[in-house]
Nanobody, 122 residues
Framework: QVQLVESGGGLVQNGGSLRLSCAAS????????MGWFRQAPGKEREFVAA????????KYADSVKGRFTISRDSAKNTVYLQMNSLKPEDTAVYYC???????????????WGQGTQVTVSS
C-alpha cells in the first residue's frame, strides 16, 4: 500500500493563497498517479485535481480551473496543490489520493491521506 501525508492547510482570507503538500511513501509504484479531493461539511467528497507520474498529464475540476495548480516532485515523491484566488466555497477538508493512472485516481483512488483543513474566510 501507499501511505500519503498531507500538510499546508490553514485559515486564509477570501482571495488569498495556500499551498498543500502530500508526501507519498510505501508501494508508490502501485499507485504512481496522484490527486486531490475535498469534502465540505454536509457534502460528498469531490475531485479537485490529478497529475500523472511524469507530470505531463493534469486534470482539474471545472470549479478550480485557472485558480489551482497541481504539480509534483517525483524525486521527493511529493505532490503539491497551489491554490490561488481562494473563495469561501473552497473551504473543505482536502485529501491527497493515489492511483494506478490519472483516470483511475479521479474516480477510484487506491489510497488516501488523512486530510488537511482549508478554511477561507469571507
Amino acid at each position: 500500500q501507499v501511505q500519503l501525508v498531507e500538510s499546508g492547510g490553514g485559515l486564509v482570507q477570501n482571495g488569498g493563497s495556500l499551498r498543500l503538500s502530500c508526501a507519498a511513501s510505501g508501494r508508490i509504484f502501485s499507485a504512481p498517479a496522484m490527486g486531490w479531493f475535498r469534502q465540505a461539511p454536509g457534502k460528498e467528497r469531490e475531485f479537485v485535481a490529478a497529475i500523472s507520474w511524469s507530470g505531463d498529464t493534469t486534470k482539474y475540476a471545472d470549479s478550480v480551473k485557472g485558480r489551482f495548480t497541481i504539480s509534483r516532485d517525483s524525486a521527493k515523491n511529493t505532490v503539491y496543490l497551489q491554490m490561488n484566488s481562494l473563495k469561501p466555497e473552497d473551504t473543505a477538508v482536502y485529501y491527497c489520493a493515489a492511483g494506478p493512472s490519472t483516470v483511475r485516481v479521479t474516480t477510484t483512488p487506491s489510497g488516501w491521506g488523512q486530510g488537511t483543513q482549508v478554511t477561507v474566510s469571507s
